[in-house]
C-alpha cells in the first residue's frame, strides 16, 4: 500500500437552502455558471482535483496545503470582486448565491493501491 499526503478543501455555498427557497432556479443558474466559470477551473490551475461534488459545494484535493490555500484565496478574491459590496466576514457571507465558504485545508494522507 502506498501512502502519499494530501491537502483537501471543502467548499460550500454560504445560506443555500434559504437561497433555493426563495428562488430555486435563480440559484441553481447561478450555482452552476460559478462552478462553470470559476470554481473548476481555478482549482484545476492549482493542481487540484474535485473528488467529490453536492448541490452546493465540492471537495477537492491538492498535493500540498499551499496550492489549496492558493486556491481558496484566489476563488474568494474573485467572488469578491464580482459582488465589491461584500460585507467580508470569517465566512465571506455575501448572499445573492454566490457566496462559497472555503475551510481550512488539512494535509491528511490517503492510501491507494497500486
Not at 477537492?60 to 476563488?75: K, L, Q, R, T
Not at 494535509?107 to 491507494?112: D, F, M, P, W
Amino acid at each position: 500500500m502506498k501512502r502519499r499526503l494530501a491537502a483537501i478543501l471543502a467548499a460550500d455555498v454560504v445560506g443555500y437552502s434559504r437561497l433555493m427557497g426563495h428562488d430555486e432556479m435563480g440559484t441553481l443558474t447561478t450555482l452552476r455558471a460559478l462552478r462553470a466559470e470559476l470554481v473548476d477551473p481555478k482549482i484545476a490551475e492549482h493542481m487540484g482535483r474535485i473528488f467529490k461534488a453536492t448541490g452546493d459545494g465540492v471537495l477537492a484535493e491538492f498535493p500540498s496545503v499551499v496550492n489549496a490555500v492558493a486556491c481558496a484565496v484566489d476563488i474568494q478574491r474573485r467572488l469578491e470582486a464580482r459582488n465589491p459590496t461584500c460585507q467580508r466576514t470569517a465566512r465571506s457571507d455575501c448572499g445573492s448565491g454566490s457566496t462559497w465558504a472555503m475551510s481550512s485545508s488539512k494535509a491528511r494522507t490517503s492510501s491507494e493501491t497500486e
